[in-house]
Nanobody
Framework: EVQLVESGGGLVQPGGSLRLSCATSGITFPAHTLSWVRQTPGKQLEWLAYSGPSHKAVYADSVKGRFTISRDSAERTLYLDMTNLQPEDTAIYYC???????????????RGQGTQVTVSS
């Protein structure tokens, strides 16, 4: 059974940082492209970044330069390091096993349960 379990969300002040983790099981981790997406209340899912098997990282313009996606094959875990967080980054963050071309948050094979990130003073 494929499982994706996100953690690391919480309340952070504007300008702050967080690291999200996505622990995986039931997949051949090194072989998969994995992505991060988020959903804000009343809005569509937004694709943020993906990491390919070769550790190639691709980012949405909205987070480029602030967010960093990485992966640890030994830990079978995907990460998202977020810096300079702003109130508009408040959302539920999910990791996904996306379908090609990996930049449509609605097209995925598996998605975790999400972790809430709230940016507020």
């Amino acid at each position: 059974e494929v499982q994706l379990v996100e953690s690391g969300g919480g309340l952070v002040q504007p300008g702050g940082s967080l690291r999200l983790s996505c622990a995986t099981s039931g997949i051949t981790f090194p072989a998969h492209t994995l992505s991060w997406v988020r959903q804000t209340p009343g809005k569509q899912l937004e694709w943020l970044a993906y990491s390919g098997p070769s550790h190639k990282a691709v980012y949405a313009d909205s987070v480029k330069g602030r967010f960093t996606i990485s992966r640890d094959s030994a830990e079978r875990t995907l990460y998202l390091d977020m810096t300079n967080l702003q109130p508009e980054d408040t959302a539920i963050y999910y990791c996904e096993i996306p379908q090609h071309p990996y930049t449509d948050a609605e097209k995925y094979f598996n998605r975790g349960q999400g972790t809430q990130v709230t940016v507020s003073s």
